[in-house]
Protein backbone atom coordinates (compact mmCIF):
# COMPACT_ATOMS: atom_id res chain seq x y z
CA UNK A 1 0.00 0.00 0.00
CA UNK A 2 2.84 2.61 0.43
CA UNK A 3 4.74 1.79 -2.20
CA UNK A 4 1.52 2.25 -4.49
CA UNK A 5 0.89 5.60 -2.50
CA UNK A 6 3.97 6.38 -3.22
CA UNK A 7 3.67 5.79 -7.29
CA UNK A 8 0.19 7.60 -6.90
CA UNK A 9 1.90 10.77 -5.38
CA UNK A 10 4.89 10.65 -7.28
CA UNK A 11 2.22 10.57 -10.35
CA UNK A 12 0.21 13.70 -8.85
CA UNK A 13 3.69 15.81 -8.25
CA UNK A 14 4.59 15.37 -12.04
CA UNK A 15 1.84 16.29 -13.14
CA UNK A 16 1.35 19.11 -11.23
CA UNK A 17 5.07 20.27 -11.88
CA UNK A 18 4.21 20.02 -15.68
CA UNK A 19 0.86 22.60 -15.73
CA UNK A 20 3.04 24.74 -13.79
CA UNK A 21 5.61 24.70 -16.23
CA UNK A 22 3.63 24.80 -19.05
CA UNK A 23 1.74 27.71 -17.77
CA UNK A 24 4.76 29.67 -17.11
CA UNK A 25 5.48 28.76 -20.99
CA UNK A 26 2.60 29.69 -21.84
CA UNK A 27 3.07 33.18 -19.83
CA UNK A 28 5.77 33.74 -21.59
CA UNK A 29 4.85 33.79 -24.84
CA UNK A 30 1.34 35.74 -24.40
CA UNK A 31 4.14 38.57 -22.84
CA UNK A 32 5.47 38.96 -26.17
CA UNK A 33 2.44 40.33 -27.51
CA UNK A 34 2.02 42.22 -25.08
CA UNK A 35 -1.19 40.15 -23.32
CA UNK A 36 -2.55 39.12 -19.86
CA UNK A 37 -3.39 35.87 -19.28
CA UNK A 38 -7.14 36.83 -18.41
CA UNK A 39 -7.46 38.17 -21.72
CA UNK A 40 -6.14 35.34 -23.56
CA UNK A 41 -8.51 33.24 -21.69
CA UNK A 42 -11.61 35.54 -21.81
CA UNK A 43 -11.28 34.21 -25.57
CA UNK A 44 -10.20 37.93 -27.54
CA UNK A 45 -7.05 35.60 -28.53
CA UNK A 46 -8.58 32.66 -29.95
CA UNK A 47 -8.45 34.02 -33.79
CA UNK A 48 -4.60 34.70 -33.23
CA UNK A 49 -4.05 31.41 -34.82
CA UNK A 50 -6.90 31.44 -36.75
CA UNK A 51 -5.90 31.89 -40.85
CA UNK A 52 -8.03 34.86 -41.98
CA UNK A 53 -10.32 33.93 -44.88
CA UNK A 54 -8.85 37.52 -46.72
CA UNK A 55 -5.83 39.32 -46.38
CA UNK A 56 -3.08 41.73 -48.20
CA UNK A 57 0.45 41.12 -48.17
CA UNK A 58 2.32 44.20 -49.07
CA UNK A 59 6.65 44.73 -49.16
CA UNK A 60 7.02 47.82 -47.34
CA UNK A 61 7.82 48.68 -43.86
CA UNK A 62 5.51 51.94 -43.30
CA UNK A 63 2.72 51.37 -42.19
CA UNK A 64 1.58 54.69 -42.39
CA UNK A 65 1.88 54.62 -46.07
CA UNK A 66 -0.23 51.39 -46.36
CA UNK A 67 -2.97 53.02 -43.99
CA UNK A 68 -2.96 56.27 -46.27
CA UNK A 69 -3.51 53.89 -49.45
CA UNK A 70 -6.22 51.91 -47.85
CA UNK A 71 -7.75 55.24 -46.71
CA UNK A 72 -8.21 53.89 -43.32
CA UNK A 73 -10.93 55.63 -41.17
CA UNK A 74 -10.64 55.99 -37.26
CA UNK A 75 -7.29 54.43 -37.12
CA UNK A 76 -6.30 53.02 -33.56
CA UNK A 77 -3.67 51.43 -32.61
CA UNK A 78 -3.64 47.90 -31.15
CA UNK A 79 -1.90 44.85 -30.73
CA UNK A 80 -2.37 41.99 -33.31
CA UNK A 81 -5.36 39.89 -31.61
CA UNK A 82 -7.20 42.78 -30.33
CA UNK A 83 -6.99 43.98 -33.97
CA UNK A 84 -8.36 40.63 -34.74
CA UNK A 85 -10.56 40.58 -32.42
CA UNK A 86 -12.51 43.80 -33.66
CA UNK A 87 -13.23 42.64 -37.17
CA UNK A 88 -16.53 44.00 -38.51
CA UNK A 89 -18.22 43.38 -41.76
CA UNK A 90 -15.83 46.96 -42.90
CA UNK A 91 -13.03 46.47 -40.34
CA UNK A 92 -9.61 45.94 -41.34
CA UNK A 93 -6.78 45.55 -39.08
CA UNK A 94 -2.70 46.80 -40.41
CA UNK A 95 0.00 44.72 -39.48
CA UNK A 96 3.31 46.24 -38.01
CA UNK A 97 6.22 45.03 -40.48
CA UNK A 98 7.02 41.06 -40.26
CA UNK A 99 9.89 39.87 -41.70
CA UNK A 100 9.81 42.71 -44.65
CA UNK A 101 5.94 42.76 -44.91
CA UNK A 102 2.88 44.03 -43.61
CA UNK A 103 -0.16 42.51 -43.55
CA UNK A 104 -3.85 43.83 -43.83
CA UNK A 105 -6.46 41.27 -43.38
CA UNK A 106 -10.45 41.82 -42.19
CA UNK A 107 -13.80 41.46 -43.94
CA UNK A 108 -13.50 45.02 -44.98
CA UNK A 109 -11.44 43.81 -47.72
CA UNK A 110 -13.27 43.28 -50.84
CA UNK A 111 -14.33 39.59 -52.15
CA UNK A 112 -13.45 39.05 -55.91
CA UNK A 113 -16.80 36.70 -56.05
CA UNK A 114 -19.00 39.93 -55.46
CA UNK A 115 -18.32 41.90 -57.92
CA UNK A 116 -14.46 41.24 -59.75
CA UNK A 117 -14.13 44.51 -61.56
CA UNK A 118 -14.67 46.65 -58.31
CA UNK A 119 -11.86 44.35 -56.81
CA UNK A 120 -9.80 44.27 -59.88
CA UNK A 121 -9.21 48.31 -59.65
CA UNK A 122 -8.81 47.90 -55.93
CA UNK A 123 -6.04 46.14 -56.50
CA UNK A 124 -4.62 48.46 -59.35
CA UNK A 125 -5.05 51.42 -56.83
CA UNK A 126 -2.94 49.86 -53.65
CA UNK A 127 -0.74 48.47 -56.12
CA UNK A 128 -0.18 52.09 -57.83
CA UNK A 129 0.35 53.71 -54.45
CA UNK A 130 2.72 51.11 -52.65
CA UNK A 131 4.26 48.97 -55.57
CA UNK A 132 4.62 45.35 -54.68
CA UNK A 133 0.97 44.00 -53.77
CA UNK A 134 -0.56 40.71 -52.96
CA UNK A 135 -3.81 39.55 -52.29
CA UNK A 136 -5.22 36.39 -51.21
CA UNK A 137 -8.73 34.64 -50.40
CA UNK A 138 -9.56 31.48 -48.88
CA UNK A 139 -13.35 29.86 -48.40
CA UNK A 140 -12.76 26.88 -47.15
CA UNK A 141 -17.24 26.46 -46.88
CA UNK A 142 -17.47 27.35 -50.89
CA UNK A 143 -13.71 26.05 -51.67
CA UNK A 144 -13.81 30.12 -53.03
CA UNK A 145 -10.39 30.93 -54.11
CA UNK A 146 -8.32 33.69 -55.11
CA UNK A 147 -4.82 35.07 -55.16
CA UNK A 148 -2.86 37.88 -56.79
CA UNK A 149 0.63 39.27 -57.44
CA UNK A 150 0.76 42.84 -58.26
CA UNK A 151 4.89 44.12 -58.68
CA UNK A 152 5.99 47.53 -60.55
CA UNK A 153 1.93 48.48 -61.14
CA UNK A 154 0.94 46.02 -63.40
CA UNK A 155 -0.38 42.40 -62.52
CA UNK A 156 2.36 39.91 -62.86
CA UNK A 157 -0.21 37.09 -61.40
CA UNK A 158 -3.44 36.86 -60.71
CA UNK A 159 -6.30 33.97 -60.70
CA UNK A 160 -9.79 33.98 -58.66
CA UNK A 161 -12.22 31.11 -58.45
CA UNK A 162 -16.07 31.34 -57.20
CA UNK A 163 -18.13 29.11 -59.04
CA UNK A 164 -16.28 29.63 -62.59
CA UNK A 165 -13.06 31.31 -63.49
CA UNK A 166 -13.15 35.27 -62.36
CA UNK A 167 -9.56 35.91 -63.37
CA UNK A 168 -6.65 34.64 -64.72
CA UNK A 169 -4.04 36.44 -66.22
CA UNK A 170 -0.70 36.39 -66.00
CA UNK A 171 1.64 33.15 -66.29
CA UNK A 172 1.54 30.09 -63.85
CA UNK A 173 4.23 31.06 -61.15
CA UNK A 174 6.91 28.75 -60.03
CA UNK A 175 5.51 28.59 -56.81
CA UNK A 176 1.45 27.39 -58.44
CA UNK A 177 3.13 24.53 -60.39
CA UNK A 178 5.30 23.21 -57.15
CA UNK A 179 2.57 23.15 -55.15
CA UNK A 180 0.46 21.14 -57.59
CA UNK A 181 -2.44 24.49 -57.90
CA UNK A 182 -5.07 23.68 -61.01
CA UNK A 183 -6.01 26.72 -62.65
CA UNK A 184 -9.11 26.69 -65.14
CA UNK A 185 -9.34 28.70 -67.98
CA UNK A 186 -12.27 31.36 -68.67
CA UNK A 187 -15.67 29.20 -69.64
CA UNK A 188 -13.92 26.13 -69.30
CA UNK A 189 -16.31 23.70 -67.60
CA UNK A 190 -14.60 21.06 -65.44
CA UNK A 191 -18.64 19.59 -64.44
CA UNK A 192 -17.63 16.93 -66.58
CA UNK A 193 -15.81 15.32 -64.12
CA UNK A 194 -17.46 16.88 -61.41
CA UNK A 195 -15.39 14.88 -58.24
CA UNK A 196 -11.66 15.27 -59.72
CA UNK A 197 -13.34 19.28 -60.12
CA UNK A 198 -14.09 19.82 -56.17
CA UNK A 199 -10.84 18.12 -55.13
CA UNK A 200 -8.92 20.44 -57.44
CA UNK A 201 -10.93 23.57 -56.01
CA UNK A 202 -10.61 21.99 -52.35
CA UNK A 203 -6.97 21.23 -52.86
CA UNK A 204 -6.92 24.82 -54.46
CA UNK A 205 -8.65 26.32 -51.37
CA UNK A 206 -6.19 24.81 -48.75
CA UNK A 207 -3.32 25.23 -50.53
CA UNK A 208 -3.59 29.32 -50.63
CA UNK A 209 -1.54 29.50 -47.41
CA UNK A 210 1.46 27.70 -48.64
CA UNK A 211 1.57 29.73 -51.66
CA UNK A 212 1.45 32.66 -49.35
CA UNK A 213 4.42 31.58 -47.49
CA UNK A 214 6.13 30.95 -50.71
CA UNK A 215 5.19 34.33 -51.85
CA UNK A 216 5.48 36.27 -49.00
CA UNK A 217 3.63 35.31 -45.83
CA UNK A 218 1.37 32.77 -43.90
CA UNK A 219 -0.68 35.02 -41.51
CA UNK A 220 -1.61 32.09 -39.44
CA UNK A 221 2.59 31.32 -38.82
CA UNK A 222 3.48 34.78 -37.66
CA UNK A 223 4.36 33.39 -34.45
CA UNK A 224 7.07 31.72 -36.01
CA UNK A 225 9.05 34.79 -37.50
CA UNK A 226 9.65 36.49 -34.23
CA UNK A 227 7.12 38.71 -33.94
CA UNK A 228 7.56 42.26 -31.71
CA UNK A 229 5.07 43.85 -29.53
CA UNK A 230 4.85 46.89 -31.28
CA UNK A 231 1.27 47.91 -32.04
CA UNK A 232 -0.49 47.52 -35.71
CA UNK A 233 -3.62 49.65 -37.03
CA UNK A 234 -7.57 48.61 -36.94
CA UNK A 235 -9.59 50.83 -38.82
CA UNK A 236 -12.23 51.15 -41.19
CA UNK A 237 -12.22 50.44 -45.13
CA UNK A 238 -13.17 53.95 -46.35
CA UNK A 239 -15.44 53.93 -49.07
CA UNK A 240 -13.89 55.69 -51.90
Known amino acids: MLVMASIILGAFFACLAGYWRRKKQEDEHLEIFGLRRDTFERGQASNFCDRPSRWLAIKTQDITRVQEALGLCNPTPCTWIEGMGRMGDRKLFVSPPLDGWILVVGQGLPDPADDIDRFYH ?119
Not at 150 to 158: D, K, L, S
Not at 212 to 235: C, E, F, T
Open 122 to 240: FIMRLGNSLGAVQFFCSNRVLNHHAWVRAENNRIYRAYAWAGETLWNEGEMTAAERDLGLRCFEYGEQPSVFPFSAREAHFANAEKVPLLAARWSLDPSAIQNLGYNPHSGISGDLSNR
